[in-house]
């Protein structure tokens, strides 16, 4: 990511930079009127509810140069914290069965069995020497 990249209008928020809180972005979406009608606790409470639970463990977000165009994968792991309605909620939202789902794993599976002999192969020809 390049500079040029983090300070595009797409990331910045108009009252978002040093010392401001992470939720400025979401109150800043909010219709004007709708902002105006806020009482100062509700636009807190609004915040606290949007602000990010915290860090996870492993969080790995990359984007794939395709000849066709860019991919973003995303990778997030840690200590589940979701209730269990929260994740019957997601699961329903996101299903696991998709088509997109299936052909990347089927993609990886084949990257796997493809590049797993070469790397053999490989690996055996420059132990011999």
Do not use: K, W
């Amino acid at each position: 990511m390049t500079a040029q990249d983090l300070t595009s209008p797409d990331l910045a928020a108009p009252h978002s930079g040093p010392g401001t809180r992470h939720d400025t972005t979401l109150l800043d979406r909010l219709p004007e009127n709708i902002r105006a009608g806020l009482t100062p606790e509700q636009a807190a409470a609004i915040g606290d509810c949007a602000a990010p639970a915290g860090r996870h463990p492993v969080d790995v977000r990359v984007t794939v140069p395709f000849p066709c165009r860019p991919v973003f994968l995303s990778v997030v792991a840690g200590r589940e914290r979701r209730s269990p309605r929260r994740r019957a909620v997601e699961r329903r939202r996101h299903p696991l069965h998709t088509a997109g789902n299936l052909v990347f794993l089927g993609s990886g599976l084949v990257g796997i069995y493809v590049l797993g002999p070469i790397a053999f192969l490989a690996a055996g020809s420059v132990l011999q020497f």
